[in-house]
């Protein structure tokens, strides 16, 4: 697989994550209480979250690891490769809580990754940049 397609879905990743500055609100409360914030802020993280995991996949034909069994398995098969491997697991993990809305969505939990969890998409940019150099 070529890694200009992966660079393409970095590129893109990386203007998502220039607009949670305008995105995400400066406090809680003001999050907690727009109901508008509170959409974009999940669909910001979700379509982050997701263009991560399509990353993931293509790094898994690139490396010709196989076709993951599941979902669960995607970054499974990238472990060897990933530092913070278990981080991106749990991002994706909260990707389907806000896909899937299995219960309620805790607004706390999603205004803390909104606002802590952007380094993370960083490191996962500059881990992918490393591997397909290699």
Known sequence: ???????TKL????????KYDEIVPISEEIYINSFEKQLAVERLLQISIEIMIDVAMMLIKQKHLGLPADEDDVFDKLQPFFKKIEKYKEMKR????LVHRYGEVNNK???YNATNCIEDFYSFMTEVKNIISK
């Open 94 to 97: 909260f990707r389907n809580l």
């Open 109 to 111: 939990q999603v205004f």
């Open 1 to 7: 697989m070529d890694s200009s397609k992966i660079l």
């Open 11 to 18: 590129d893109q990743l990386e203007k998502y994550l220039a």
